[in-house]
């Protein structure tokens, strides 16, 4: 049905930057709010920042200040632009949308991930 597919992840020195990309493909009539979470090895998936249709963003106590999520709603698009990387921010990082595929169906999608490792 829909499928989201992040991209830009990599590796990047501590205090550097990076810009991840999450594109939704498929039949879709609107997507309400998309956001990032982001898993590190061992530890719980964590949602990272996330933004309703409209604009309105909330970021976690961790990055905020440092992330910047923003979207595009014509092309179905949601960015997260990481500065002032640190290794602690170190992790798979998914994206998360609820879309409606057709009438009346509201799922929750996410991406396969990308990883984003920050070296000291």
């Known amino acids: 049905q829909v499928q989201l597919v992040e991209s830009g992840g990599g590796l990047v020195q501590a205090g550097g930057s990076l810009r991840l990309s999450c594109a939704a493909s498929?039949?879709?009539?609107?997507?309400?709010?998309m956001r990032w979470h982001r898993q590190a090895p061992g530890k719980q998936r964590e949602l990272v920042a996330q933004i309703t249709r409209d604009g309105t963003t909330n970021y976690a106590l961790s990055v905020k200040g440092r992330f910047t999520i923003s979207r595009d709603n014509a092309k179905n698009t949601v960015d997260l632009q990481m500065s002032v990387l640190k290794p602690e921010d170190t992790a798979v990082y998914y994206c998360?949308?609820?879309?409606?595929?057709?009438?009346?169906?509201?799922?929750?999608?996410w991406g396969q991930g990308t990883q984003v490792t920050v070296s000291s």
């Open positions: 998360h949308a609820d879309v409606q595929s057709r009438p009346n169906l509201w799922v929750n999608t």
């Open positions: 498929g039949i879709l009539f609107r997507i309400d709010t």
